[in-house]
């Protein structure tokens, strides 16, 4: 029997087998690739709901698949599943209906939105009560199998799960923005130990929605600049003014490296590190002196025991906030020190937007395709360069580069900071 | 998962519920006072009764009003009762300590702005632009603030704020698997060398009507009067209980080094989502039973049952608990979400966290209520088996035992 791979920690390694991609600018991993590298932005006016009054009109949203009649879980589910399917008819493995492995799922929250709230309230059209009360009496006169259904926050795992069969009990995990990375995460630790020797991972999130857009433009978190939209996310520019909110899901088959190899599976890349580390100073932005996102980043190098010099590229939270981009440029400085000035950095956001819950596992699967195809994708919409931010963003074009080691970050309100070391084998 | 390489400790416990704050109240009122010991308001919320929480003095855990005010009320039970947590275990104010403490929560939905709801709801039908109202009414009467208070990994976030352990934060979700899997996730990550110190709990705040409203769109509430769980009929139903409760667990190794005291050991926890089709009896319970505690000998059992009272479940557990009668072992069952309430994500760790006191004081609670189904049990429970049945979905079993 030989002796199964090991990293340099002792623990087993894990690779990626599939991966699969949904965004604004498309279903699957070659329509997006296709887009991406070629700089073109998913960022459009929204459509879904009016938005006569709003501060913010535009958002990347995913119109490319048909969930039946719209709702948010239904998109939210609809794209995992989307993404997943992509991933696993790429890795091959299982067989239909029956994945070898467990369920992590990255999900945005889940509640009554307000066409369903309105259609509660309307079934007791000319009662005497108010307010919740009629709420309730609506929903006890009779059955709502498919609020039922979709509104519960375990509702998108339970689907996930019935649909691929996945092992044991499904989880459900957020951390707000880093969600998508810790799901990555949790399915490296599951493997590492020998609890599993394969993992489903998914980010998804289906946040366009009248309340939740309102939400974050009260926190002054989004851009404002509606026209034209796709010039509106401009990470480490001058005149970035906020993020644009965006949709879609990313999947990921996590393997133990002995059983790829032993099934004869093609292997994308190794998910080397992970690091992660919380903030203690304010539910929306971190300590001054980067503290825990540069905690975030250097756990994750550690963790895939590689030097600071080995990375060749940074797949960046990069979410076009004043703060956020300040504050990952300032934290990798402190990391890489001179090595980031040779080091290109692209924000996939400027062009799909920021995913949210989905992000980490969205851009997990482009840095895998930056590793294959040695190509980085540019940050578009790079025209006034903040001064304050010195890095190689990759502007514009995208650009050859051999690519074998790349950093991406994810970091959340409520001190949530993720950061994933990706790798070719 | 049977016995851990690295063994778990509970080492700090922070509970408050409607039956008090703290874990002496908890004992006082639940080991000594003879059932039925509810604290129920059937009046509030009628026709659905709840178990309000206990009066508590926030400041006392949350020190900045500023803090205070930018949580909402589930986020502040459950910052309170992580505060209780890190007290008890000595690590409160240990930089050095809770710089490296994990976080894990559990957590559901936040809560809304039901004033601004109901506003909308009755005036939104008069508009000649109901969309343009709608819009602008939100845009207006939303609080920046309250969106942080809805997060779900903003009570995680705002005990690394107000209690500093930053070590890494992971909130669970999913009804009553979040707290299974919070629980599992500490426990697999420290059994794995993954971590040594974790704080790991969840909240629930019972008293809102949106809460209620989510249970009830999936038929899941009881309606009054109270019953215990056992005796809530064929629909059944649960009554929910606002309810805060954090556990400290540690290495054991960890723990020794500091002299730090167990409650008990975490000896192992097993999970699973069996596929619940109508008709179906078996949830694989038995299964998770043996890989948890299949070693131990026959005999009488004591069980903390995570039971809700919704039905089938409910009933399918009981089928378990005479399935393990069958085996030989004599079930003492407990359910606490009949003292307690059913505390959605929260649930299962108070579970954990009432089967660690018990242990720690030699002694076990007389039955819960007069159903008949809780039978009394002589001596002091070296072993407690934990149950947490989803009530729609998910299985957990976890196995407290004495940490000598």
């Known amino acids: 029997m030989t002796r199964e791979m090991r990293d340099n920690k002792g623990r087993r390694v894990v690779v990626v087998t599939g991966t699969g991609v949904v965004t604004s600018l498309g279903l699957g991993k070659n329509e997006n690739w296709t887009k991406l590298t070629a700089g073109r932005s998913g960022i459009r006016r929204i459509t879904r709901f009016p938005t006569e009054g709003l501060r913010t009109v535009i958002a990347g949203t995913v119109d490319c698949l048909d969930v039946g009649p719209y709702s948010a879980p239904a998109l939210t589910i609809a794209m995992a599943m989307a993404a997943a399917q992509e991933a696993l008819g790429e890795a091959a493995i299982g067989s239909a209906g029956s994945f070898p492995g467990p369920l992590y799922l990255a999900t945005p929250p889940a509640e009554l939105e307000w066409p369903q709230r309105r259609l509660l309230w309307e079934e007791r059209a000319g009662d005497e009560l108010t307010g919740y009360k009629r709420l309730l009496a609506a929903a006890r006169a009779s059955r709502h199998e498919e609020l039922e259904e979709k509104f519960q926050f375990a509702s998108a795992a339970e689907h996930l799960a019935r649909r691929f069969g996945t092992r044991g009990l499904p989880v459900s995990v957020s951390t707000a923005c880093a969600s998508g990375a810790t799901a990555i995460q949790l399915g490296v630790e599951a493997i590492r130990r020998g609890d599993a020797d394969a993992a489903l991972c998914i980010g998804t999130d289906s946040s366009v929605q009248l309340e939740a857009l309102i939400r974050f433009s009260l926190l002054s978190a989004l851009s404002t600049r509606n026209d034209p939209p796709e010039l509106a996310s401009r990470p480490f520019s001058k005149d970035r003014d906020g993020f644009v909110m965006a949709e879609g899901a990313g999947a990921l088959i996590l393997e133990a490296y002995d059983s790829a190899r032993a099934r004869g599976a093609a292997i994308l890349g190794v998910v080397k590190g992970c690091g992660e580390k919380a903030d203690d100073f304010h539910r929306t932005r971190s300590r001054p002196d980067g503290t825990a996102i540069i905690g975030a980043i250097r756990n994750a190098i550690e963790d895939a025991g590689v030097r600071p010099d080995e990375i060749d590229y940074i797949n960046a939270h990069g979410t076009s906030t004043p703060e956020n981009d300040k504050m990952e440029y300032l934290s990798l400085k402190a990391v890489l020190g001179d090595h980031l000035d040779k080091t290109p950095i692209s924000s996939n956001k400027s062009m799909i937007g920021h995913t949210l819950s989905a992000a980490g596992a969205v851009e997990a699967v482009f840095s895998l395709l930056s590793i294959s195809n040695g190509v980085v994708p540019p940050t578009i919409n790079y025209r006034n360069p903040d001064p304050d931010i010195p890095m190689d963003v990759v502007p514009d074009t995208s650009r050859s580069a051999s690519v074998r080691t790349v950093l991406s970050n994810s970091f959340g309100f409520g001190g949530q900071n993720a950061s994933l070391v990706l790798a070719a084998l | ?404």
């Open chain 2, 1 to 404: 998962m049977s016995a851990l390489p690295h063994d778990v400790w509970i080492t700090g416990i922070g509970l408050v519920s409607s039956q008090g704050e703290g874990l002496d109240a908890h004992w006082d009122r639940l080991a000594r006072v003879p059932a039925p010991r509810p604290v129920v308001d059937e009046e509030r919320f009628a026709p659905y009764p709840v178990h309000p929480l206990a009066t508590i003095d926030v400041a006392r855990e949350i020190p900045k009003t500023s803090d205070q005010r930018q949580m909402e009320q589930w986020q502040r039970t459950g910052v309170y009762a992580a505060g209780l947590a890190l007290a008890d275990a000595g690590i409160a104010g240990n930089s050095e300590l809770l710089n490296r403490t994990d976080v894990v929560t559990a957590a559901g939905n936040g809560e809304r702005d039901l004033a601004l709801d109901a506003r909308v709801l009755e005036a939104i039908g008069a508009q000649p632009a109901p969309d343009v109202y709608l819009n602008r009414a939100l845009a207006t009467g939303l609080r920046p603030t309250l969106y942080l208070g809805q997060l779900s990994n903003l009570l995680a976030g705002n005990i690394s704020l107000v209690h500093k352990a930053t070590g890494s934060s992971r909130t669970f979700k999913g009804e009553e698997m979040a707290g299974v899997a919070a629980v599992e996730n500490a426990v697999r990550r420290i059994a794995g060398g993954e971590g040594e110190l974790f704080l790991v709990g969840g909240a629930l705040n019972a008293e809102r009507e949106d809460l209620l409203l989510g249970c009830e769109l999936d038929g899941a509430l009881h309606r009054g009067p109270f019953r215990s769980v056992w005796a809530r009929g064929e629909g059944g139903g649960l009554v929910p209980g606002s309810i805060g409760v954090f556990l400290v667990l540690e290495s054991e190794v960890h723990a020794a080094l500091r002299g730090a005291k167990a409650y008990a050991s975490l000896r192992s926890i097993a999970s699973d989502r069996a596929a619940r089709r109508a008709g179906s009896t078996d949830l694989g319970l038995m299964r998770l039973f043996d890989e948890i505690a299949g070693g131990l000998p026959p005999g009488p059992l004591a069980v903390l049952s995570g039971v809700s009272g919704v039905e089938p479940v409910t009933g399918q557990e009981r089928a378990f608990l005479q399935g393990l009668e069958a085996r030989g072992y004599h079930p003492a069952v407990r359910a606490h979400g009949t003292v307690l309430g059913h505390a959605l994500e929260a649930h299962f760790i108070a579970g954990v966290a009432l089967a660690a006191l018990a242990v720690s004081r030699q002694a076990y609670f007389p039955p819960f209520d007069v159903s008949g189904v809780e039978r009394p049990l002589e001596g002091a429970p070296r072993q407690i088996l934990v149950t947490g049945l989803g009530h729609w979905r998910g299985e957990g079993l976890a196995l407290v035992e004495a940490a000598d």
